[in-house]
């Protein structure tokens, strides 16, 4: 067999050199997916392949938000609920993926989803109001 000398000077450097770099790839994904579901929330919740799991997990809350966007106990902590994390915890995962509180960006989800709905022509503003879960005209 062959065998491979090297000393603990260059383990150590590779493995830091393996650990800066996979550190730089996780920040480089992080503000990819932030750029990508920050700044346009689309409204079809359409299931595709996903490819991580920051992905699949965004998506699952957007499908979430949709299914019970009428429902005024729609928040931050029945959001956690159904994905079955704590409140800080789900808090805290979509504040770094997204760059913004999650009730934000319920809002914001309601938000351009009453705006889709006005923009149909389709609806009287109260009926979009009822259906993207505003019960208060104020």
């Not at 997204?98 to 989800?109: C, D, T």
């Not at 609806?123 to 259906?131: F, K, L």
């Amino acid at each position: 067999g062959m065998m491979i000398v090297c000393s603990v000077k260059d383990v150590k450097e590779t493995g830091l050199n393996l650990l800066k770099w996979r550190a730089k790839n996780l920040i480089e994904n992080r503000n990819i997916l932030k750029q990508e579901f920050g700044k346009k929330i689309s409204v079809e919740a359409s299931i595709e392949n996903l490819a991580s799991q920051d992905e699949r997990f965004i998506q699952q809350v957007i499908v979430l938000i949709e299914k019970h966007l009428q429902n005024n106990k729609l928040s931050v902590e029945f959001l956690a609920e159904e994905c079955s994390m704590s409140r800080a915890t789900f808090y805290r995962k979509m504040e770094s993926l997204l760059g913004e509180p999650p009730s934000v960006f319920i809002k914001n989800y309601r938000l351009k989803k009453a705006a889709l709905l006005l923009q149909s022509g389709n609806y009287y503003v109260s009926e979009v109001a009822y259906q993207t879960g505003f019960r208060n005209p104020t």
